[in-house]
Nanobody, 118 residues
């Protein structure tokens, strides 16, 4: 099993920055893709950004140029640097990790609230 601990959410004014972290621990052979998703009440969870074990990144169009995803493979941690935040970025942000144990699996973090005030 993989346990994910997220941190770094909070309240920030529009134009400000936040950095999210998600650390994975537990029993696994390796971690493949890591990513961040976000969700608002009544809406579907949407992709924000993903990063492969080799460092290839993918971003939602709405965050390109403002958010940067990175990872530290030695620490099994993924980060999301969010700059130029907009009120539309307000959501609960969830970390997702795809990992290999006995088989390929996916785990979600508990979520961290990001609120951007105008």
């Amino acid at each position: 099993q993989v346990h994910l601990v997220e941190s770094g959410g909070g309240l920030v004014q529009a134009g400000g920055s936040l950095r999210l972290s998600c650390a994975a621990s537990g029993s696994f052979n390796r971690i493949n893709d890591m990513g961040w998703y976000r969700q608002n009440p009544g809406l579907q969870r949407e992709l924000v950004a993903t990063i492969t074990s080799g460092g290839v990144t993918n971003y939602a169009d709405s965050v390109k140029g403002r958010f940067t995803i990175s990872r530290d493979n030695a620490k099994n941690t993924v980060y999301l640097q969010m700059n130029s935040l907009e009120p539309e970025d307000t959501a609960i942000y969830y970390c997702n990790v795809k990992w290999v144990g006995v088989r390929y699996q996916s785990s979600w973090g508990q979520g961290t609230q990001v609120t951007v005030s105008s």
